[in-house]
Nanobody, 123 residues
Framework: QVQLVGSGGGLVQAGGSLRLSCAAS????????MGWFRQAPGKEREFVAV????????DYADSVKGRFTISRDNAKNTVYLQMSSLKPEDTAVYYC????????????????WGQGTQVTVSS
């Protein structure tokens, strides 16, 4: 069983940066693709980014391409989401999750959701 704990959220001005972290415990996350999703108030949870087990392959939602970077450190059992050039529309609760796939983008293909970390971008 893998437990995921997200952190690093906060309040930032538009154009600023934040780095989210997601620490895994209970089992090494090396076996899993890892993803980030987000849910804005009144909206469905949406895919943000995914990274393969060895970190060699990544994929992003069009809305964050070129601004966000997903990475992982399997030795530290942690996955990161570096967010730059933040926009007010990036405001959401961000969740990390694991997948048996290296390239899943559908919410149904992920499990062991972390508790979420709030990101608020002011204009």
């Amino acid at each position: 069983q893998v437990q995921l704990v997200g952190s690093g959220g906060g309040l930032v001005q538009a154009g600023g940066s934040l780095r989210l972290s997601c620490a895994a415990s209970g089992r090494t996350m090396y076996y899993y693709g890892m993803g980030w999703f987000r849910q804005a108030p009144g909206k469905e949870r949406e895919f943000v980014a995914v990274i393969s087990r060895n970190g060699g392959t990544t994929d992003y939602a069009d809305s964050v391409k070129g601004r966000f970077t997903i990475s992982r450190d399997n030795a530290k059992n942690t996955v990161y989401l570096q967010m730059s050039s933040l926009k007010p529309e990036d405001t959401a609760v961000y969740y990390c999750a694991k997948s048996w796939s290296d390239s899943a983008v559908a919410e149904a293909d992920f499990s062991s959701w972390g508790q979420g970390t709030q990101v608020t971008v002011s204009s």
